[in-house]
């Protein structure tokens, strides 16, 4: 067992977004980023099988798709998307999201 | 894409605690657990291969292991832990756990 805390070891920049990793393993992968209004991870995809998911743990903003799609996210959105469709987060407030991907990439 | 919100589809019990399942493919199973003060997810494990993250999204309690061990729980924490250890969680507070399994179970 392995216990972090997020607050505890990932804050914010006015520089870009942060991004901590919190775990690795063969099963899955899982990130905190932590965003400040405006500050973005542009949408991106690769070509592999599996799964993300994306947790707003605060804030609220928006998740991005394919064709410049957004739809709004705010704290308790769970976002699940294919690692091989578009995705993104763009902040409005400060924003911290919890991304889980499966199997890791 | 599917997004929902934990704060919308599941609310706590007086009863029991409460289990809402968020997603499940064949990468990753995401579920949502609320407890109410004393409530718990008992000490339990699976002899397969994989693990798991607990993230406490509100509230304060204790993450449960082997031979009754326990360890703070609060807001912010990610617990990981194979899915042949023993785990559980009991809530001090309102408690809402994000719980991902992989691969799922």
């Known amino acids: 067992m392995k216990k972090t805390n997020l607050y505890d070891e990932n804050d914010f920049s006015d520089t870009a977004?942060?991004?901590y990793l919190v775990h690795e393993s063969p099963?899955?992968?899982?990130?905190?980023f932590n965003f400040k209004p405006g500050q973005e991870l542009p949408v991106h995809s690769h070509e592999i099988e599996g799964q993300l998911s994306?947790?707003?743990?605060?804030?609220t903003g928006e998740f991005l798709g394919?064709?410049?799609?957004t739809q709004p996210a705010r704290s308790g959105d769970?976002?699940?998307?294919?690692?091989?469709d578009p995705h993104g987060v763009r902040a409005k407030t400060d924003m911290r999201?919890?991304?889980?991907?499966?199997?890791?990439?």
């Open 17 to 19: 977004f942060t991004n």
């Open 27 to 32: 099963y899955f992968k899982i990130l905190n």
């Open 54 to 59: 994306i947790f707003v743990v605060e804030g």
């Open 66 to 69: 394919k064709d410049e799609a």
């Open 78 to 84: 769970v976002l699940i998307s294919d690692i091989s």
């Open 97 to 105: 999201v919890l991304v889980t991907i499966a199997p890791p990439i």
